[in-house]
């Protein structure tokens, strides 16, 4: 039996291909084989009565009809169920590689996610190292720098416990003040009373990025006297004197590096 046009062969035409059997069965169109017990060897002229029977079904033929036709042409027994299953046998195993192969597809799909969940966990895992790490280093009085009470809350009992025993030097109220200073959009307008922290909260918040060398942030007041005000009550209250010194051009600048407020 030739092979198809693209060197595949279908179940049908693997039929003519001697085929080993595990037990004492001889699958019709097949004898035993001489030199060894377990290969059986095709009988063409059986395999292609059993051929016609197939596409006799396939035109709709009935069962019985097939296997009829089978015996009349070689005389060798088949039955109902037997013919069935060679009829079927192909799409039988086409269906259970495209199973295997959906499961396959499954499986490979859990595996990516699980790879992105464990991609997504080590961020978090090396973002919390990073912060206790930072938060290790401000313990240690090596670094001088704005710390958000979230990451704190998110320590250990160990660093909060240190960090309560520090002097905080500025702590937002809760309400406006607090809302304001985790505010995450570019304009947030802020009102109120005198003495509600507006003047405060707008200078801490460019504060907290005193740590970045090259930072720059602008405050304006409204008049000259108003900054000078604003400088001397909450500056010398918050800002230690070895921190901030103030130069010629009115102007609060860290001794240490170069970051400038204006």
Do not use: W
């Not at 921190?243 to 204006?262: M, P, R």
């Amino acid at each position: 039996m030739p092979k198809s046009n693209t060197g595949y062969l279908s179940y049908h035409q693997r039929m003519y291909e001697p085929k080993k059997i595990r037990g004492t069965l001889i699958p019709f169109g097949y004898k035993k084989s001489e030199d060894d017990p377990k290969i059986v060897l095709p009988i063409p002229e059986e395999l292609d009565v059993l051929q016609e029977a197939i596409k006799l079904h396939k035109k709709g033929q009935s069962l019985q009809k097939c296997v009829d036709y089978i015996y009349s042409k070689t005389k060798r027994k088949i039955t109902r169920q037997g013919f069935y299953k060679i009829v079927n046998k192909n799409n039988i195993k086409k269906k259970a590689r495209e199973s295997a192969r959906e499961q396959l597809d499954y499986q490979r799909d859990r595996v990516l996610k699980a790879k992105r969940e464990l991609d997504k966990e080590r961020s978090k895992l090396q973002t919390k190292n990073k912060k206790i790490k930072d938060l290790d280093i401000v313990l240690e009085g090596k670094v001088k720098t704005v710390i958000d009470t979230k990451d704190i809350e998110e320590a250990s009992p160990t660093i909060k416990k240190a960090f309560e025993e520090k002097d905080v030097i500025f702590q937002p109220n809760q309400g406006p003040q607090s809302d304001f200073l985790a505010s995450s959009e570019r304009e947030v307008f802020y009102g109120g009373a005198r003495g509600g922290g507006k003047s405060y909260a707008m200078l801490v918040d460019p504060l907290r990025y005193c740590d970045k060398q090259h930072h720059r942030a602008l405050l304006i007041r409204r008049t000259m006297p108003e900054l000078r005000d604003l400088i001397n009550s909450v500056l010398n209250n918050y800002i230690p004197k070895h921190i901030l010194e103030l130069n010629g051009e009115n102007k609060k600048k860290n001794g240490d590096s170069h970051q400038v407020l204006e």
